[in-house]
C-alpha cells in the first residue's frame, strides 16, 4: 500500500518530463571494453559507475568474467575473442561511441580483435588501461599479452593509465620507484606510439603526496594530490581511466580531462573514508557520492519499516532540564532501553540550539540504527539531516514537507479523525500518531478519544498507527489488546523521560508490551 502512495506521488512528474523534447539531444557516450569484477569494485562496474556519475552514457563489452570480492579473485573465465567482437559490433554498428576505453584484455586473441574493431569505426579517442594485476594482486592479464598490446594496441591509445608496476612490465622490468623513474618510463612508454601517457602514483611508497605523471611526447605534467586515508581502494585505477574516457567525451582536451577525472576519483575517495563494504583489505568507493552519502546515510534509506514505530520515544526538553540531563543523553539511555524510533521534541530552544540537540541525537540514533525525528520543524530536519518530521494538524502541511524532503524520508503527522488519517495517506504520510488515548499532562488541552477513537482511526486507518497520549506500563497492555490492526506501537514522553532513569523506565515499559505480546492475540499486530 505504501509503495502505491510512492509511486503516485511522482508520477506526473516524470511522465511530462520524459516526452518534452523536440529535437534529439546528442549524450555523450563511452564503450568499455573491460573484464567484469562480481564485487563491483572495479572492471565494467565501476567503468559505468564513473561513467554515469560523470553524466555519460556507457555501453560495454566484456572480455572476461571474474569472480572476485574485496578479499582477492577467486576465478578468471575469458570469452571467445570472437564474442568480444561480436559484442562490440553490436553497439558500434548502432550506438554512437564517442571514447573507447579499455581494460582487462586477457589474451592476444581479444586484443587483436579490439583493434582490429577500433580502425574500423575511426574511434575518436582510445583510452588504454593496461591492466595485469589486481588491487589484490591476482594477476588479470599475463606476459602472452604484452607484444600485442605493445604493438597494436599502444599505438592507436589516445592515452595509456599504467601504474608504476604495469609502467614497470610495459618496459621490460626497468624498475619504477621514484618520480623521477615515472617520468623517464612514461617516456619510454611514449616511444610505444600512444599520444599520452599517465603513470599513475597510487603506489608511491614514502610519499605524503601522490603524483600521476603526465606526458606527451615534448612535456612532463606532475599532478600531484593529498593520499586520502581509506581501504575503498579498489578500482581506483579502472574509474580513474574511465573518467578520463567521459571527460574526453564530453568534448575536453586529455590534460584537463585527467585533472577532472583525477578530483572526480580525490572526491570519490574522501566520501568514502568512513565506509565498510566487504572484510577484505581493499573495499570498493563510493561513485555516486553526490546521490548519497554513504557515510551520512539516514536510517530509512528507502521504505519506511512501520515496526519501527513499536517503542515510540518523544523527548520533552522541559523534564529532562529537570533531571538535570541533555537530551542526547536522554536519547541514549532510551535507546538502550530499548526505543525503536525517536522523536526530538523541543518546545522552547532556538533554532541554533535545536539543531544542535538534533545533531547530537542523530549521531546517537545512527550509531544504535535507530531513526530520529524532528517535531514541526522541517527546517531543523532539512538542517540536520534527520530520518524525518513528525508533525501536528497546525505545522506545516504534509504534502508540502514532502515536497521539500522528498521520498526518502519519514513523515508522520497527528490525527483524531478517520478523514484527517486519509488525508495524512494521500498527502504522503509515512505513518499516523494517533490520541491522546488517555489524559496527558503533556499536553493539557488536547481532547482525549479514549481507546474507542483509537480503535476507530485505526480500522479505517491505511497507515500503520502509533497510540500516544498518557500510556504507561501500567495501562500499554489493554493499549495493544485493543487490537486493531494498523496499531503497530505506542509513543511516550514523560513515561521515560520524567523519570530518574530513562533507562530503566523504557525497559519496564517495553517488558510490559513484550509481556501483553506473549499474552494475547496483540502479537499478530505487532509482529
Ligand atoms: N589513497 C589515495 N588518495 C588519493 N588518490 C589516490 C589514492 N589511491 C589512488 N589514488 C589515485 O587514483 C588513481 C589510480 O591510481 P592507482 O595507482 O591506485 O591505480 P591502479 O593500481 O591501476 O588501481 P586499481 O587497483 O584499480 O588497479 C591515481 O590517480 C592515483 O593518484
Ligand atoms: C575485472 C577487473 N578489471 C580491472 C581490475 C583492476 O583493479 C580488477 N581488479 N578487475
Ligand atoms: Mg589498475
Redesign the pocket.
Known sequence: MLNLACSFRFKSVTAAAAFSTDSPVHVPCVLTIAGSDSGAG?GIQ?DIKACAARGVYCCSAITSVTAQNTIGVQGISTLPAAFVEQQINSVLDDIHVDVVKTGMLASPEIIQSVCSRIKQYSIGSLVV?P?M???SGHELSGPSILDRLRKALLPLATIV??????ASVLADGKPVNTVLDMREVAAEIHRMGPRYVLV????LKNSHD???VLYDGSEWHE?R??????RS????????AASIAAELAKGLDVLPAVMA??EY??KA?EHSSSIKIGGGA?GPMNHFFQLADWGKLSSRQCRFDPRKLFLYAVTDSGMNKRWDRSTPAAVEQAIQGGATIIQIREKEAETLEFIKIAEASLAIGRKYGVPVLINDRVDVAVACNADGVHLGQTDMPVRLARSILGPGKIIGTSCKTVEQAVKAYEDGADYIGCGGVYPTTTKKKNKTIGLDGLRLLCEASPLPVVAIGGISAANVEEVMNSRPAMLHGVAVVSTLFDQSDVGQATRDLRASMTAALSESTAGKVFS
Open positions: 572495479a565501476a588501461d591492466v594485476v589486481s588491487t593509465t599504467p601504474n608504476m608496476l604495469e599513475k602514483g597510487g603506489h601522490l603524483v600521476d599532478l594530490g593529498s593520499r586520502i586515508k581509506t581502494t579498489h578500482g581506483t585505477g579502472c574509474t580513474l577525472a583525477k576519483v580525490a575517495l581493499q
